[in-house]
């Protein structure tokens, strides 16, 4: 449970870098010589799918790490009032 957590907030911090990645695209694309727009679709879908992989890895990792800590304070409650 803790691994899954320590990865799925590993996988939420690369997002930033790749949303930096994928905005120098499109101002690149749109600030170039051609000035084609052809470009930007395609990256606008991986913008999406970009915040949805975020969304989801923001949520296992709240949610990993909230049961991980309910069932660590379950067993050192259970060896203090032993």
Excluded: H, R
């Amino acid at each position: 449970m803790y691994i899954s957590g320590i990865i799925a907030s590993i996988l939420f911090g690369a997002a930033m870098p790749g949303f930096c990645l994928l905005m120098g695209g499109m101002i690149d694309s749109v600030g170039g010589n051609k000035g084609s727009f052809d470009m930007l679709g395609t990256q606008a879908k991986w913008m999406i799918s970009i915040g949805a992989g975020v969304f989801l890895f923001s949520f296992a990792q709240i949610a990993l790490f909230s049961i991980f800590s309910e069932n660590i304070s379950f067993k050192i409650k259970v060896e203090y009032f032993k």
